[in-house]
């Protein structure tokens, strides 16, 4: 598997520099509207705490399908993302909606787990309802070089996951360095991946500009190779509207139009739904808004 | 037993390490103050000259990326050979018109600044290099190297300490040249070749010519593979041909008006820095 | 059947809303007089010129026009300020000046980069985040030095040279007039300032700027006009030292004109820089760096990257990649902040880099441009490449300071060195590999005074700028840049 990867240096200060030069894009008026309900669309609504709760998963369900109802034009979320045991009550509570399911599993987010539990967990989870699986690469396997077995566990995974879309989350808080990124995304894109997401949301840095920006050109690159569009889920830290606005200007300036889609472009996030609603109102309204007007759900 | 006749030495020039004779096969007589003694000069040519920048041009590569301790120790070299040729030196300045006294300090000065130069060949890099503190996550330095291809016409009054005190600064900062001998006193330059041709200098390196300021300055200021020209003189229409010259292809003109030479004060980094360009590179400090 | 490669898709239905930076703070005189001694006065004979914005052909304001009676008004008022008290003045206290200057810069930065903008067609992008940061860096660096002359040149003192006769280009004007007054001014000496014909401006405000910073009169004088106005400067006896920065051919008609006068002279002319791309260079920056060696102020740069040579295992992706980028680069508007491409500076120069691609088809090149349609009115030229050119071709060997990119490829180091050098300039160079010792190889054998590696067009104060060979002599910024403007005692 290693021998079809093709080491890809990446210079840290220039891919810096390519972020800044397109995070300056200003974005106004009707194309900051435009961007706030491409990116409302785009959201994987997540709730991954020790704490969570039926209700609380209930809740976030309710909320995904009724943004706002003052604004009943804008889009629903994407898709909500949760642990294992929540997917059968997701499932309920999103019946008759359009909104996927998304689980996290194969250990998450360590993925400090036999491939046998990995695969078991994968199972299940497709079995009680989730369409989406948001799994975790072995990053010690990885540190430690053994590219071949973090390949394989994808491919396998890829395999368990049967119709479900498949995101392979990099963690590349844990990897470091962004030819690590560019090489750990060439490996899932190569495995199998329907999307490579950055980071579980569990370790520090998450999702940062270049590390989006790397992972961005890697499918670019895959694309151009095998004809495959693979899709982008930057996660974790995303929780302004302008960060995501931010984000779509890269998507858009390195993949085009075919990705500024929610089949191919995701915010793995929590409290971003809340800021781009206020956004949005404020857009329409001209008044700058409160949080106290938002439910917090 | 018979009175034996002297060889005579016949003074050529010093083309990419070898001694052609002129190819123009003209010569100059020179003659002593005193009346006493000739010799036949060669008159170097506009393609002797071109033959010289040829050599020159094709030695820079080599002489440019030597080591600064092996320019260093051969200019250290020359120091050496010339201390072990002393008399002839002697007899050619005297020959030429010094005193003895004054023969026995310009050999002395042209030995020292030799050694002095020497020493500087593997540290006026640390002078002019620097690495600047600039406003971004880069790597910033500065350092100098060879503008190229010198020509130099060296001074007219001054033919061993003067050449040497032009051609020192210009070989220590990795230039090569291609010098024009005093006109009014070309003996020892010529003999100075048989030093270099002695002091593991490479062939190219430093070529001298003898001839006619007035006939070769020209060439020597338009040729287009010359990177810069020295100038030991100050006859203004010399200056300005030579100035005006240099815009076709760009020559830093370098004018040595009237330095004494003898003097220590015409000595020290800054003349290296005449012959020198400085590049800065920039390189991303990043994982 | 064979499958079309992949492509992208850059014209999506998410249009970038226009972003003008707003304008209504700008104060732009409708007529401009000459900065002489301290005063705004009428130039002799009474002529102005227009100024116009090259993005709408509209006229900005009207400048004067020096004589050669102006340029001696100057250049007296130069002497005097030389001989008072300005070149006695402790360094400390004239630093100060220095630092004022470059505080006011930076309160005005917003109305300095609009102006920039309007008079020259750059992209504001530009003028807002390069080229005014970098002005009142410039004067903050060069401030500092005024009081620590000594340390500058061991074993030497220094002294100021006397009045310099400066004259600069269209392409960076704020920022040239920075690299010319604040070495000069941090070691005594006094200041005949030439700005553009196209681009005088910003130069004009930097005038206001220095009576509000109550420079000494005569210490700056700014004169407007064309080349008789620079050639007056250049041929007054009474001038010390000329710096230009502008073409090579202009540099010799200076180098040839102060032949014989004991002037001195600091030249900062042409380029056409390599810019070598190694099969295991960082691939997608190294397209970035592309973009920005040659793409930067619409090529108008004299150190662009305008000879490109990429490693032919590569090439193809490169010039791939090159091309899907040039689709996202937005022609337009420079007072646009989503603006990456502004306007040809005039007329004169879009005539030339037409002429130029022609020539370059003719020749048997092969060109690509970017799909943005220009705006109508204006001067504008779309981004483009030339394939299927070599070292013979004319738009490979001569400056067309426009944003037109000459491709090579090459198979080995030597061949690419030979290639590289093969030009008579050597003001500039890029270098991308992901190998250190490479690197260092390769620009060590460029002859070129700056070399860029893993980037390019980067600019800073502290760090040297100028030319080998035919691009110049002398170096502007850095402990270099003192040099040019003090006599070694």
Known sequence: ?297 | MGKREDIKKTYKLYIGGKFPRTESGRYIKWTDPKNSTYVNVCRGSRKDFRNSVVAARNAFTDWSSRTAYNRSQILYRIGEMLEGKRSQFMDELMLQGASKNAAENEINRAIDRLIYYAGWADKYQQLFSRVNPVAAPYFNFTYTEPTGVVAAIAPDDSSLVGLVSIMAPIIAGGNTVVLLASELKPLCSISFAEVLHTSDVPAGVVNILTGYRDELIEHFSTHMDVNSIVYCGNDPDDIKTIQENAALNVKRPVVYADEDWMDQKNQGPYHILNNLESKTTWHPIGL | MAKASPTLEFDTDWEYSSAPESTDHIQIKPQNELFINGDFVVPSDGNYFDTINPASEKTLSKVGHATADDVDKAVKAARKAVKGPWSKMDGAERGKYIFRIARLIQEKAREFAVIESMDGGKPIRESRDVDIPLVSAHFFYYAGWADKLEYAFPGKDTTPIGVAGQIIPWNFPLLMAAWKIAPALATGNAVVLKPAETTPLTALKLAEVLQEADLPPGVVNIITGAGKTGQAIVDHPDVDKIAFTGSTEVGKMIMRAVAGTGKRYTLELGGKAANIIFEDAPIDQAVEGIVNSIFFNQGHVCCAGSRLFVQESIADTIISKLKDRMETLIIGDPLDKNTDIGAINSKMQLDKIKMYVKLGQKEGGTIHQSSYSLPKKGFWYAPTLFTDVSQSHRVVQEEIFGPVLAIQTFRTVDEVITKANNIPYGLSGGVWTDKGSKIFKISKAVRAGVVWANTFNKFDPSSPFGGYKESGMGREGGLEGLMPYVNLV
């Open chain 1, 1 to 297: 598997m290693i021998t079809s990867v093709y080491i890809h240096p990446i210079d840290q200060i220039g891919a810096q520099e390519r972020v800044a030069r397109l995070f300056s894009r200003s974005i106004k008026k009707e194309s900051k509207v435009h961007a706030l309900k491409m990116a409302l669309s785009m959201i994987d609504l997540t709730t991954l705490e020790g704490k969570d709760s039926s209700g609380k998963v209930k809740q976030l369900c309710y909320k995904a399908s009724h943004l706002h109802d003052q604004y009943p034009d804008l889009p629903s979320v994407a898709a909500i993302c949760v642990y294992p045991t929540m997917v059968p009550i997701a499932k309920k509570a999103l019946e008759g909606t359009s909104i996927n399911i998304a689980s996290v599993a194969t250990a998450f987010p360590s993925g400090m787990s036999s491939m046998e539990n990995k695969l078991d967990e994968v199972k299940k989870v497709v079995d009680d309802g989730a369409n989406e699986v948001d799994m975790v690469i072995s990053r010690g396997k990885f540190l430690s070089g053994e590219y071949d077995y973090v390949a394989d566990e994808i491919s396998q995974i890829k395999d368990a996951c049967e119709k479900a879309h498949l995101k392979v989350i990099l963690e590349t808080g844990e990897l470091v360095t962004l030819d690590n990124v560019r090489l750990a995304s060439d490996i899932a894109l190569n495995a199998g991946a329907d999307f490579i997401k950055t980071s579980t949301g569990k370790i520090s840095p998450a999702a940062t500009p270049p590390v989006v920006l790397v992972m961005l050109e890697a499918i670019r690159d895959h694309y151009k190779k095998t004809g495959k569009k693979i899709g982008m889920k930057p996660a974790g830290g995303i929780s302004k509207a302008k960060q995501a606005i931010q984000y779509l200007v890269m998507v858009r300036e390195t993949l085009g139009k075919d990705w500024l889609t929610p089949d191919l472009f995701r915010f793995g996030a929590s409290s971003l739904a809340n800021d781009v609603l206020m956004q949005i109102v404020k857009q329409s309204t001209g008044h700058y808004q409160s949080g106290n007007y938002f439910s917090i759900d």
